[in-house]
Every structure is written in C-alpha cells, then in structure tokens.
C-alpha cells in the first residue's frame, strides 16, 4: 500500500515542478509530458486573462470619468455632448496630458485648467 502512496503526487507540487523545472520557452524541447504542457499553457491562459481583466478595469473606470468629466463642462460650457467631449478631447492634445487625467482634473476642480 505504501508504494501505491508514494506515486501520488500533490497537484500544487507537481504544477510547481512544472513551473520551476521548466521554463515556459523550453517546453518545446520534448522534456515536458502532455499533462505538463497542457498546464503549461493554461497558466499563460490564466495570465492572459487576468491582464485582460485588470485592463479592462481601467478602461472602464477612466470611461466613467471622462464620462462625467463631460457632462461637467456640457453644464459649465452649455455645449452638447459632443462638443464637450471636442472641448475635452482638444485641450488634452494641446496640454499633452491623457485624456482621462485631464478628465479627473475637470471632475476635482469643475473646470478646464486655465493655461490655455
């Protein structure tokens, strides 16, 4: 019984022996098993995911914000939508500032900056 104990393997340690032992830019080379290089590749997966995600995040947090930022300056300007936006859009250019940094900007102080 005791030898049937000793080829099971922790799954955390044999995904660990895969990552420590074998490089992901050597896994070609033949030394990896299916399984291993089936894990492998789902790990860069998950990776890939998780960038993705974080990504995504950020977008949607800087949309909202230039999104707000917007309708700020449609109710200081009295412009429409689109025209705040050209507002914002332009003044970034011109500052050489991100767009949604420029948009926070506008969300703390109310207004455009003034070094215009």
């Known amino acids: 019984m005791q030898a ?3 080829h099971k ?5 044999a995904i660990t022996r895969v990552i420590t032992e074998h490089p ?4 070609d080379d033949g030394s ?3 399984t291993e290089t089936f894990i492998l590749e789902m790990l860069e997966r ?7 995600a974080a990504n995504l995040k950020r977008a949607l947090e800087h949309s909202r914000d230039i999104g707000a930022a917007v ?4 109710a200081f300007h009295k412009v429409p939508q689109d025209e705040a936006f ?9 500052l050489n500032r991100k767009l949604y940094a420029l948009a926070r900007e506008v969300l703390a102080t109310g207004a455009l900056p003034s070094r215009l």
């Open 9 to 13: 393997t922790d799954p955390v340690q």
């Open 32 to 34: 990896l098993t299916e």
């Open 24 to 27: 992901v830019d050597k896994r």
């Open 71 to 74: 309708g700020v300056l449609m």
């Open 4 to 6: 049937n104990q000793h």
């Open 46 to 52: 998950l990776d890939e995911a998780d960038t993705e």
């Open 86 to 94: 050209e507002l914002l859009r332009r003044t970034s250019q011109h």
